[in-house]
């Protein structure tokens, strides 16, 4: 079955900087790549996807890119804020969704 | 429009009792699941839906039992809860291209914190 590794698990920024979380999934079938924000004691929420078919998608501060030859994909964020601070997963979807093990980003003032 | 809601909100239970988590979404979507997480381990898929009058098994099933009971509600029952069940247990739903064997959004519930003691 699907396997997704994300790295890294923890990434401490400061304000205005960039992050850059990478996940690897292992079923090439895969064809949708969702990324989640879960703030502490909420529930996730869908920040941004792509699917195969596309290289990189973009969406204000955050961007993901796409590698299906290596089966890689990235969260991008800009211009980090504090309100950014929270636990971050990546999914890959082929008959169902299997998702990362999470990365906690802390963007300091 | 609520989304996805799920009750109750927090439960304790003692080794050996049963209790059902009850979930429902009004986004007349096809497709709902159940997810577990734990600390480190990300979103583990129990059990999912993909259509009325189907379910079948995710990643860690053992110990669970789900019923569709119509297009709006998926509920998961712990017919003898164990400590290795405490955990937070999300509800989510989605519509899926069937076209393109790919999904669509999922969104979940606020989730249930359960401690089984």
């Known amino acids: 079955g699907e396997n997704v590794e994300q790295h890294p698990s923890t990434l401490s920024v400061q304000e205005g900087d960039s992050a850059v979380i990478k996940c690897t999934y292992s079923d090439s079938a895969s064809n949708y790549f969702p990324w989640y924000k879960q703030e502490l004691g909420k529930r996730p929420q869908l920040i941004i996807d792509?699917?195969?078919?596309?290289g990189e998608k973009k969406d204000q501060r955050i961007a993901v890119t796409l590698n299906k030859t290596a089966k890689h994909f990235s969260l991008h964020i800009t211009e980090t804020q504090p309100e950014d601070s929270a636990v971050y997963f990546c999914a890959a979807y082929f008959q169902k969704l299997v998702f990362g093990t999470g990365t906690r980003l802390l963007v300091s003032p | 429009n609520a989304g996805v809601t799920q009750t109750p909100k927090f439960q304790v239970l003692k080794t050996g009792q049963s209790m059902t988590l009850q979930c429902a979404q009004d986004?007349?979507?096809?497709?709902m699941y159940w997810y577990r997480q734990d600390p480190g381990m990300g979103l583990r898929l129990i059990y999912y839906s993909a259509s009325e009058g189907t379910t079948d098994k995710g990643e860690v099933p053992n110990g669970y039992n789900v019923s569709r009971l119509n297009k709006r509600e998926f509920s998961l029952r712990l017919e003898s809860a164990a400590p290795s069940q405490t955990s937070v247990y999300f509800c989510a739903s989605s519509e899926v291209d069937s076209w393109f064997y790919s999904s669509y959004e999922q969104y979940f519930g606020p989730g249930t914190r359960l401690t089984v003691t």
């Open positions: 792509i699917r195969s078919n596309v």
């Open positions: 986004m007349n979507h096809n497709s």
